[in-house]
Structures are given as C-alpha cells and as structure tokens.
C-alpha cells in the first residue's frame, strides 16, 4: 500500500462530501469510510499481512488518516446543521409587510411651499430673517413712528430684559415680516423680487382665528418704474393659481405706514362664489392680504433713491389662507399637534 493510495482515499471523500444534502446520506457516507466494514477498517485488517516494521508505519498513516476523515465528516455535520435551522425560520411571503407611518408635511408648510412656488415661478427668490428683530427693524425703518397710533396695530412682544439690547436697540418678537424688506434692501441693490416666509408675534388673546404665534408671507420688488398695475398683476395671478382660475379680486383703499398707496386685497369668497355665505359673513369677499407701494421714506431709510425707484410689497396670513383654501374653522388645529386633524393634508 503507497502513501499515494491513503491520499486518494481523502480526495475521494472530499469529491463525494461535496453533494451530500442531508444528515441521512452523511452517516451512510461515514459507514462507507469508516464503518465496521468500512474503507478504514479494510486498510486496518490488511495491517496483518504486513512484516513488523511496515505495519508500524502503515498504522501510523492509517489513523493519520482516520482522524482526517473523522474531521471532514464533522465539519460536514456542522455545515448540515446550521443550514437545516436557518431553512426552519419560517417566513410567510404572504403576510403584509410591517406598516411604516411616514410622516406628512404640515398643512401650513404646504401651502408656504405652494404659494412660493407660484412666486418663485414668477422670478422671485426667498429670502427670511430672524423672529427675534430691533425695533428699528420692525417698526422705525418701515416708517413707523414709535408715536403714531398705528404702532397699536402691531401690538408687540417687547423683549424687556434691558440688558437684552442690540447696538443698544429694543429687541422684541417679529410682529410681521415686513422688516426683511429692510434687511434685504440694506443689503443688496435692485432689481429686487422677494418673497419672505415666517413666524410672526402678536399677544392676542387665542381663539377660533387668533394666535400668539403665527405665519405671514411677505412679498416686495424694487425696479425702476413699477407701477400699481405690476402690483395687481401680480397678487390677481397668485390668487387665480392658489384658488382657481375663476377668482375675482378686488382692492380697498387702505392705509400702512410703509406703503402708499395702500390697499386691502380680497377675493371673491371660495365658499359661496360672491352670493354671500357665513365664511364670508354675507359680504361675498374675504381680505387675504395688504399691499401698497413702497414709501419713498422706506427707500430713504434703506439708502436707495425714492427719485429714481419704485417698488411694491404685500404682506398675508398663511393661516387664513390656509383656513379658507381647506375649509378649517380654527385656527388652533394648526399648533395642537392631533394626527387626527394632520393625516387629513
Ligand atoms: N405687514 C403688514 C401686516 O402685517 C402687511 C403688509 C405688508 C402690508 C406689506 C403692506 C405691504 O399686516
């Protein structure tokens, strides 16, 4: 017997270990190698007929051998096992698969997005500035004199701590987003088509349509010669792309310390058609928005020239806008966070 005969036995067991499938055919394959009539155990018996020396060594490579063998068939049965308890995890391809809630964009930032968008298609480009603002900002830039009446309108957050200053201005909470007209005129130079986003502040006292907090859209651009025909233009193509195409609009003589002319904006009411419903309390008409033409004093203060410019800039209540496009009647669904008023956008 050659060593070369012992190899071949290995090999041999190696090409046949290859297609056993199942724990069953393994053992009938170990009884025929190393059974009690098996392959090893042959080799072993012929041991006999061999001189003293020889046996020696040829036992010595036959149990070499074996616990070769014996290692290949374990190895085997391990594989066997594991893959026998990964095909009994049971998987039922029928069963729906586990629901993922996705979460939904907020009705408010719906309707931002969708209002942006109409302007943004128009060439204007988004600009936003922070909710906690100066005084100068908010209300003297815009031509607001901290003494006149109007400065009520605005009812404000002051922020009172006085060591709270900014270059030794009167912080307070943003009561519209008008001051970024100052902001973004302050810091580039026109053309200039804008459309602001935000949070605004007012202490109102909560109920069906007020909030302490809630969402304008300010909109203004600065050229030479802009005409209150660009400004109707304008807000008459937002209202017929936000509320459809059969919309009329029509604008009341209004006064903002910031604009002049002013105006008051209102659409025919969505709901009766102009026949004079509850949501429009009879009159036909809802006020969506204030505009005007930008005041020479606003230029002024911002360093353009009122001589060589003009500019027009409106100002809405995304909530309201909101409320009648949707048909809610409270304002304070918006802030309470009910998945069952959300899941509806
Ligand atoms: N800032 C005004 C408001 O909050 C709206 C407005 C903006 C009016 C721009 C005219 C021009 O009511």
């Given at each position: 017997?050659?060593?070369f ?15 056993i ?31 003293l ?10 149990n ?69 603002e100066?005084?100068?900002?908010n ?5 607001i004199?901290?003494?006149?009446p ?40 026109p ?16 109920d ?8 304008q ?44 002319p ?5 659409i ?19 006020e969506?928005l ?11 203060n ?15 209540g ?7 496009k949707y ?19």
């Amino acid at each position: 017997m050659h060593n070369f005969d012992l190899f071949q036995i290995e090999k041999s067991l190696e090409q046949e270990i290859k297609s056993i499938n199942s724990l069953k055919e393994l053992e009938s394959l170990r009884v025929k190698y190393l059974g009690r009539k098996g392959i090893i155990n042959q080799l072993t018996s012929k041991l006999a007929l061999l001189p003293l020396e020889e046996r020696r060594l040829q036992g010595q490579r036959i149990n070499l051998l074996k616990e070769k063998l014996i290692s290949i068939f374990s190895s085997k049965e391990d594989q066997l096992k594991l893959s026998s308890e990964i095909k009994l995890v049971p998987v039922e391809v029928g069963l729906p698969g586990i629901i993922q809630s996705l979460g939904k964009i907020h009705p408010l930032n719906k309707v931002i997005e969708e209002i942006c968008d109409v302007f943004l298609r128009m060439g204007f480009s988004i600009a936003e500035g922070p909710e906690i603002e100066t005084e100068y900002n908010n209300f003297t830039g815009l031509n607001i004199d901290l003494e006149h009446p109007s400065r009520d309108v605005f009812d404000t957050f002051y922020i009172e701590d006085q060591n709270l200053k900014f270059k030794n201005q009167n912080l307070l909470l943003r009561s519209h987003t008008s001051p970024v007209q100052i902001r973004v005129m302050k810091e580039r130079k026109p053309p200039l088509a804008v459309i602001v986003p935000g949070k605004v502040y007012r202490p109102d006292a909560i109920d069906a349509s007020h909030s302490f907090m809630f969402h304008q859209i300010e909109g203004f651009l600065v050229d030479k010669d802009v005409k209150f025909s660009d400004l109707k233009g304008t807000l008459y193509l937002f209202a017929k792309e936000i509320f459809g195409k059969d919309i009329k609009m029509r604008f009341r003589p209004h006064f903002f310390p910031f604009t002049e002319p002013s105006a008051e904006v209102d659409i025919s009411c969505i709901i009766c058609k102009g026949k004079g419903c509850y949501v429009c309390k009879r009159k036909g008409w809802l006020e969506i928005l204030g505009a005007g033409m930008i005041h020479p004093q606003v230029f002024r203060n911002v360093g353009y020239n009122p001589i060589h410019l003009s500019g027009f800039a409106f100002g809405m209540g995304i909530e309201r806008i909101a409320m009648l496009k949707y048909g809610i009647d409270d304002i304070r669904l918006f802030f309470e966070n009910d998945l069952r008023f959300l899941e509806q956008f």
